[in-house]
């Protein structure tokens, strides 16, 4: 059973920071992708950035710059660390997993409850 631990949300002035994390469990592939989505009610689900277990990362050009994906392999976690928000990032942030490389969110395999952000 695999399931997807997202925390680190909440409420930010514009130019803060937040730092989300997502922990896997019961995940068998040997080696996939995280990735962090993000979806306002009306919108559709979008793809903000993805790393790999070797560590390469991935990012959408909205994150570019402000948003940095990190992981720590041995504890399944991934990080998305939010810098210079802004109120157009307001969104409910999602994580999810898939064994390639792939940004569309009907792609992933599994995915998170979400966590909300405010700023």
């Known amino acids: 059973h695999v399931q997807l631990v997202e925390s680190g949300g909440g409420s930010v002035q514009a130019g803060g920071s937040l730092r989300l994390s997502c922990t896997a469990s019961g995940l068998t592939y040997s080696s996939y992708y995280m990735g962090w989505f993000r979806q306002v009610p009306g919108n559709e689900r979008e793809w903000v950035a993805s790393i790999h277990t070797g560590g390469r990362a991935y990012y959408a050009e909205h994150a570019k710059g402000r948003f940095t994906i990190s992981q720590d392999n041995a504890k399944n976690t991934v990080f998305l660390q939010m810098n210079s928000l802004k109120p157009e990032d307001t969104a409910m942030y999602y994580c999810?997993?898939?064994?390639?490389?792939?940004?569309?969110?009907?792609?992933?395999?599994?995915w998170g409850q979400g966590t909300q952000v405010t700023v």
């Open positions: 999810a997993v898939c064994p390639f490389y792939y940004t569309a969110p009907q792609r992933q395999s599994y």
